[in-house]
Nanobody, 113 residues
Framework: QVQLQESGPGQVKPSQTLSLTCTVS??????????WSWIRQPPGKGLEWMGS???????QYSPALKSRTSISRDTSKNQFSLQLSSVTPEDTAVYYC?????WGKGTQVTVSS
């Protein structure tokens, strides 16, 4: 059974960089043909795919967020990370990591001064 766990600050100030880490257990980031993603859900809105990192280390990003988003990984720790720069209150959301069909439980991030 693959398990994913998000971690990171629950509050970030406007203009700062949001950083989250997803720790994967029971699975490997380098499993062939597999991708690992970050998804978010702002309050009252639907799920938004932010980007993914593939088994070979290549990343893909939502066009809407590409200029502010970076996804990286540490295969020695079986972790992948999200950085979202220049955050605004509109980036307030529950952030999920995902490795289909498995999801983390999500972590609330609030952007507020």
């Amino acid at each position: 059974q693959v398990q994913l766990q998000e971690s990171g600050p629950g509050q970030v100030k406007p203009s700062q960089t949001l950083s989250l880490t997803c720790t994967v257990s029971g699975g490997s980031l380098t499993t062939s043909s597999y991708s690992w993603s970050w998804i978010r859900q702002p309050p009252g809105k639907g799920l938004e795919w932010m980007g993914s990192i593939r088994f070979d280390g290549r990343s893909q990003y939502s066009p809407a967020l590409k200029s502010r988003t970076s996804i990286s990984r540490d295969t020695s720790k079986n972790q992948f990370s999200l950085q979202l720069s220049s955050v605004t209150p509109e980036d307030t959301a529950v952030y999920y990591c995902r490795g289909l069909p498995y999801w983390g439980k999500g972590t609330q991030v609030t952007v507020s001064s």
